[in-house]
T-cell receptor
Framework: QQKVQQSPESLIVPEGGMASLNCTSS?????YFWWYRQHSGKSPKMLM?????GEKEEGRFTVHLNKASLHTSLHIRDSQPSDSALYLC????????????FGKGTHLHVLP | GGIITQTPKFLIGQEGQKLTLKCQQN?????MYWYRQDSGKGLRLIYY???????QKGDLSEGYDASREKKSSFSLTVTSAQKNEMAVFLC???????????FGSGTRLLVI
């Protein structure tokens, strides 16, 4: 059973639209969440991390975390074609963790 | 800035062959990781190394060996390649225990 579940598997949004990606952990011991972005043929790059309840914003990207439900979401406003990529959610038990569990990812396609 | 280099970028092997993938980083990071990325399955941890000469098994270690002879390098060996196996192997590094990973660009493996 996948311990980090992401939805949807694939998402299509028009340029300028809002993309919303979801991630939930079934491991109640995790308390840190990470979002990585992987463009086709490239390596994953860390976008944002969150460990406190609430939200965190960086430019067009906003991450929410609900620790009670172990659910995090990533929202991209004013989506651009360059945002088209595989978005990976990862969870860990603190930042001092050697084993991070990754989800399967959400493929985001932004149509010009 | 540092860099993490994986060689080769593409690897084609025959069934039963022993194949070695290499990873070098100049961040002076303590911890290094090998992940396997299959389509639709996210990233799965094969081996990690907390420091030089240390080896720890991940969830997918069967069929693989690893070697960390220097702090800057981490090798992965596929002990007996399986036919029709196709995956991307990603190397990553981080400061000791930190979950903020830097990934290499990957080695794409095809077994014929």
């Amino acid at each position: 059973q996948q311990k980090v579940q992401q939805s949807p598997e694939s998402l299509i949004v028009p340029e300028g639209g809002m993309a919303s990606l979801n991630c939930t952990s079934s491991d109640r011991n995790v308390d840190y969440f990470w979002w990585y972005r992987q463009h086709s043929g490239k390596s994953p790059k860390m976008l944002m991390s969150i460990f406190s309840n609430g939200e965190k914003e960086e430019g067009r990207f906003t991450v929410h975390l609900n620790k009670a439900s172990l659910h995090t979401s990533l929202h991209i406003r004013d989506s651009q074609p360059s945002d088209s990529a595989l978005y990976l959610c990862a969870a860990s038990r603190g930042t001092n963790a050697y084993k991070v569990i990754f989800g399967k990812g959400t493929h985001l396609h932004v149509l010009p | 800035g540092g860099i993490i280099t994986q060689t080769p970028k593409f690897l084609i092997g025959q069934e039963g062959q022993k194949l070695t993938l290499k990873c070098q980083q100049n961040f002076n990071h303590d911890t290094m990781y090998w992940y396997r990325q299959d389509s639709g399955k996210g990233l799965r941890l094969i081996y990690y190394s907390i420091t030089e000469n240390d080896l720890q098994k991940g969830d997918l270690s069967e069929g693989y060996d690893a070697s960390r002879e220097k702090k800057s390098s981490f090798s992965l060996t596929v002990t007996s390649a399986q036919k029709n196996e196709m995956a991307v192997f990603l190397c990553a590094s981080s400061t000791q225990g930190d979950s903020d990973y830097t990934f290499g660009s990957g080695t794409r493996l095809l077994v014929i």
